[in-house]
């Protein structure tokens, strides 16, 4: 995602007459790593986030990080309009119903003064959430065990099919800029160094790969938790962590049909007292789970056909579900508060293993728990039809998979120019090119990649002009630009990451 919006904004927003030349290299295939691994939440909780992110930062950068993420759902929405038409279907980048559901009675609390501070100090965004008590809660989420949740409007709230959505990206603009563009998968760097100062030189930097070497004079790490391995200093402050997602159907809720079915199956009686019976089980088992558009709605009076998408906090953890518009399927993640093993899930950089037995039977059996048993119903047999029915096992639970993260010490990434006391390189040409980094992002990269994309392209753009990055300020945080006083702090700031890193799994586990 992050690689894909450098290259998109560089080529579709430079000036027609310095169309920069691009190799975007990936190890293995494209859009291999988490962002085709995750859920697909554009929605962040920016009540709790702004607050957050004060502790690290100011008020105003907080402010600012706050509105840079709620506008990814425009920005990503955006970028997928300038898609083919089928591209973009594919793509499945929408507007969602969208809830944090709490689970407790003071972290839903916590929420709502947070909320409220957000509201004051932030209303732009801040009044695009709203709050609902227990019995609100309850009926629209369909989550009987609801204290209370949070809702956001579409504005702050989308989902996306993260590989189909960079894959297509990809495909759009290498047939857009076959001579400014090259796309090498399965092609490992292993290695950057600095180029000859021989005055004959024309190049900052050659990029050693196992197919070749590169010459260049700008080279970006869009690696998140693997930018350590080029730049050795930043894994003093972002590491990896392993989360845990799986694909399920929802339950089958109790339909007419199976409501005929028990109607014949019972001995008689008088017919008054029949219907009764008949009527008194069917009011005690609906609502059944609904498809997408058909939710209780929250606001306008209207259930969006995106489908829904929750965060649920509990023992203070975070899971999160979002329910795919194509079929109902639910892509959740999480495991808040297992027991993993000696290892942990943190510094982990293999995502072929799959999570820990007891992550896993969490992942299978939390859903009916959460949605109620009356709520779900029956399991589904309807399978929608897939292609790969000889690999995927035709039950509720399709699969389940890992991703690795990039996790930072202050829970922000890092996007922006690297000196040499970064990258401990002397470059050749200062003004002809540098290093640049954009990763780190927490398990919330999409609503941070996009936009950091952009906005690193146009601090590249700005240093090829020679021209300022005032206007880009304006609207980008500074507080995500890699400077030696955020590694400085690095030891002072993990109470932040433990209680804010690594949502969608282990929230509050993370450690450097």
Same mark, same amino acid.
């Given at each position: 995602?992050?690689?894909?919006?450098?290259?998109?904004?560089?080529? #579709?927003?430079?000036?027609?007459?310095?169309?920069?030349?691009?190799? @975007?290299?990936?190890?293995?295939?494209?859009?291999?790593?988490?962002?085709?691994?995750?859920?697909?939440? @554009?929605?962040?909780?920016?009540?709790?986030? &702004?607050?957050?992110?004060?502790?690290?930062?100011?008020?105003?950068?907080?402010?600012? @990080?706050?509105?840079?993420?709620?506008?990814?759902?425009?920005?990503?929405?955006?970028?997928?309009?300038?898609?083919?038409?089928?591209?973009?279907?594919?793509?499945?980048?929408?507007?969602?119903?969208?809830?944090?559901?709490?689970?407790?009675?003071?972290?839903?609390?916590?929420?709502?003064?947070?909320?409220?501070?957000?509201?004051?100090?932030?209303?732009?965004?801040?009044?695009?959430?709203?709050?609902?008590?227990?019995?609100?809660?309850?009926?629209?989420?369909? #989550?009987?065990?609801?204290?209370?949740?949070?809702?956001?409007?579409?504005?702050?709230?989308?989902?996306?099919?993260?590989?189909?959505?960079?894959?297509?990206?990809?495909?759009?603009?290498?047939?857009?800029?076959?001579?400014?563009?090259?796309?090498?998968?399965?092609?490992?760097?292993?290695?950057?160094?600095?180029?000859?100062?021989?005055?004959?030189?024309?190049?900052?930097?050659?990029?050693?790969?196992?197919?070749?070497?590169?010459?260049?004079?700008?080279?970006? &790490?869009?690696?998140?938790?693997?930018?350590?391995?080029?730049?050795? @200093?930043?894994?003093?402050?972002?590491?990896?962590?392993?989360?845990?997602?799986?694909?399920?159907?929802?339950?089958?809720?109790?339909?007419?049909?199976?409501?005929?079915?028990?109607?014949?199956?019972?001995?008689?009686?008088?017919?008054?007292?029949?219907?009764?019976?008949?009527?008194?089980?069917?009011?005690?088992?609906?609502?059944?789970?609904?498809?997408?558009?058909?939710?209780?709605?929250?606001?306008?009076?209207?259930?969006?056909?995106?489908?829904?998408?929750?965060?649920?906090?509990?023992?203070?953890?975070?899971?999160?579900? /979002?329910?795919?518009?194509?079929?109902?399927? &639910? #892509?959740?993640?999480?495991?808040?508060?297992?027991?993993?093993?000696?290892?942990?899930?943190?510094?982990?950089?293999?995502?072929?293993?799959?999570?820990?037995?007891?992550?896993?039977?969490?992942?299978?059996?939390?859903?009916?728990?959460?949605?109620?048993?009356?709520?779900?119903?029956?399991?589904?047999?309807?399978?929608?039809?897939?292609?790969?029915?000889?690999?995927?096992?035709?039950?509720?639970?399709?699969? /389940?998979?890992?991703?690795?993260?990039?996790?930072?010490?202050?829970?922000?990434?890092?996007?922006?120019?690297?000196?040499?006391?970064?990258?401990?390189?002397?470059?050749?040409?200062?003004?002809?090119?540098?290093?640049?980094?954009?990763?780190?992002?927490?398990?919330?990269?999409?609503?941070?990649?996009?936009?950091?994309?952009?906005?690193?392209?146009? #601090?590249?753009?700005?240093?090829?002009?020679?021209?300022?990055?005032?206007?880009?300020?304006?609207?980008?945080?500074?507080?995500?630009?890699?400077?030696?006083?955020?590694?400085?702090?690095?030891?002072?700031?993990?109470?932040?990451?433990?209680?804010?890193?690594?949502?969608?799994?282990?929230?509050?586990?993370?450690?450097?």
């Amino acid at each position: 995602m992050s690689g894909t919006s450098i290259a998109w904004h560089l080529l #579709m927003e430079s000036n027609a007459t310095k169309v920069p030349r691009i190799a @975007i290299l990936e190890a293995r295939q494209a859009c291999s790593g988490a962002t085709g691994r995750n859920g697909g939440h @554009i929605r962040p909780s920016s009540y709790e986030e &702004y607050v957050d992110a004060k502790q690290v930062t100011t008020q105003d950068q907080a402010a600012k @990080i706050t509105k840079f993420r709620a506008n990814h759902v425009d920005a990503l929405l955006g970028a997928a309009g300038r898609l083919p038409a089928q591209e973009r279907r594919a793509a499945s980048v929408r507007p969602v119903d969208s809830l944090d559901v709490y689970f407790e009675e003071e972290p839903f609390a916590e929420a709502v003064r947070q909320w409220e501070t957000l509201r004051k100090e932030v209303p732009e965004v801040g009044n695009e959430w709203g709050v609902l008590q227990r019995d609100e809660a309850v009926r629209i989420s369909m #989550m009987p065990d609801a204290v209370g949740a949070l809702t956001g409007t579409a504005k702050v709230a989308g989902a996306i099919w993260g590989y189909r959505f960079v894959t297509n990206s990809l495909k759009m603009l290498l047939d857009a800029y076959p001579e400014s563009l090259s796309l090498d998968t399965h092609t490992t760097a292993t290695a950057v160094t600095a180029a000859s100062s021989d005055k004959n030189s024309t190049h900052n930097f050659a990029v050693t790969t196992d197919r070749g070497t590169i010459l260049a004079n700008h080279v970006v &790490y869009a690696t998140n938790s693997w930018s350590p391995h080029f730049v050795p @200093i930043l894994g003093n402050a972002l590491a990896g962590g392993l989360l845990s997602m799986s694909a399920q159907l929802g339950g089958a809720g109790v339909s007419v049909s199976s409501l005929s079915r028990f109607q014949a199956g019972f001995c008689p009686i008088s017919p008054k007292t029949y219907t009764l019976v008949i009527l008194a089980f069917y009011a005690d088992s609906l609502p059944q789970l609904p498809k997408p558009g058909q939710w209780p709605a929250y606001h306008n009076n209207v259930s969006l056909p995106g489908g829904r998408a929750w965060s649920l906090f509990l023992r203070g953890g975070l899971d999160y579900i /979002v329910q795919n518009p194509e079929n109902g399927e &639910y #892509m959740f993640g999480g495991g808040a508060g297992i027991p993993e093993p000696p290892e942990g899930s943190r510094n982990q950089y293999d995502d072929s293993v799959l999570p820990a037995p007891a992550t896993a039977s969490y992942l299978n059996g939390a859903l009916p728990a959460y949605f109620g048993y009356r709520n779900w119903g029956p399991e589904r047999t309807d399978f929608p039809a897939d292609l790969h029915q000889d690999v995927i096992y035709p039950g509720r639970t399709k699969r /389940v998979w890992t991703g690795v993260e990039g996790f930072t010490t202050d829970a922000l990434p890092f996007v922006g120019p690297l000196s040499k006391e970064f990258t401990n390189r002397a470059v050749r040409s200062p003004a002809a090119g540098g290093e640049w980094v954009s990763a780190g992002f927490n398990g919330e990269g999409m609503d941070y990649a996009w936009l950091s994309g952009k906005g690193l392209s146009e #601090m590249i753009r700005n240093h090829m002009a020679n021209a300022t990055n005032e206007a880009l300020y304006e609207w980008f945080p500074t507080a995500f630009l890699p400077t030696q006083e955020r590694l400085r702090k690095q030891n002072s700031t993990t109470s932040v990451v433990r209680r804010s890193a690594g949502r969608g799994s282990r929230r509050g586990q993370f450690e450097l």
